[in-house]
């Protein structure tokens, strides 16, 4: 059974430039969250997608966008990227009906903006 | 202004002792809380949770203790193993409706050493 998997693991942008990440949530999943981790710090709640709608937003510029597909697997979508940007970005999973904040996390994608 | 504190970045315990991790919280909204560990080049996996209407929940080695009034729970680990080498996050959120993020603390490392 596989478990969340995103990609790319790692990837390197320069400034302005825009970034697609993607994620697969756990079999069974219909949820996907994500979160932003900068170095030092906890993860940092960015949105969470369910029947392909975007159901909550933390505080997070517009810049950061994202989508869910019929498939549960989802993207996140970042533009114009700053200096600021650069972090792990995880992906989690979990049923709509699940346990209160039991997520799956993926191993992240980790972005450097130079 | 962090909503979930972990004051303690690090801790260090000899293997088969106690390590017991604290985490404070100033919302008073929050009424669930969960641990959760991270590895490495890994998500951070789901350990273990409570509700605000508990004081106390346990899972085999794992215990965590809530004190509402204090705004305090922690995390205890009894006896303490190599393998529970790890970050800890303490997470929050609000099990009501419309709410689907978790706040999390910026975590504590754990070494136990042999």
């Known amino acids: 059974d596989a478990g969340v998997t995103q990609s790319p693991t790692h990837l390197i942008k320069t400034r302005g430039q825009q970034v697609t990440l993607r994620c697969s949530p756990k079999?069974?999943?219909?949820?996907v969250s994500w979160y932003q981790q900068a170095l030092g710090q906890g993860p940092q709640f960015i949105f969470q997608y369910y029947e392909e709608e975007e159901r909550q937003r933390g505080n997070f510029p517009d810049r950061f966008s994202g989508h869910q597909f019929p498939n549960y697997s989802s993207e996140l979508n970042v533009n114009a990227l700053l200096l600021g940007d650069s972090a792990l970005y995880l992906c989690?999973?979990?049923?709509?009906?699940?346990?209160?904040?039991?997520?799956?996390f993926g191993e992240g994608s980790r972005l450097t903006v130079l | 202004d962090q909503q979930v504190k972990q004051n303690s970045p690090s801790l260090s315990v000899q293997e088969g002792r106690i390590s017991i991790l604290n985490c404070d919280y100033t919302?008073?909204?929050?009424?669930?809380f969960l641990w959760y560990k991270k590895y490495p080049a890994e998500g951070p996996t789901f350990l273990i949770s409570i509700s605000s209407i508990k004081d106390k929940n346990e899972d085999g080695r794992f215990t965590v203790f809530l004190n509402k009034s204090a705004k305090h729970l922690s995390l205890h680990i009894v006896p303490s193993q190599p393998g529970d080498s790890a970050v800890y996050f303490c997470?929050?959120?609000?099990?009501?409706?419309?709410?689907?993020?978790?706040?999390f603390g910026k975590g504590t490392k754990l070494s136990v050493i042999p």
């Open positions: 997470a929050a959120t609000y099990s009501g409706a419309g709410s689907y993020q978790l706040t």
């Open positions: 919302n008073s909204m929050f009424d669930y």
């Open positions: 079999s069974g999943h219909d949820t």
């Open positions: 989690a999973s979990s049923l709509v009906s699940g346990p209160t904040g039991e997520l799956f």
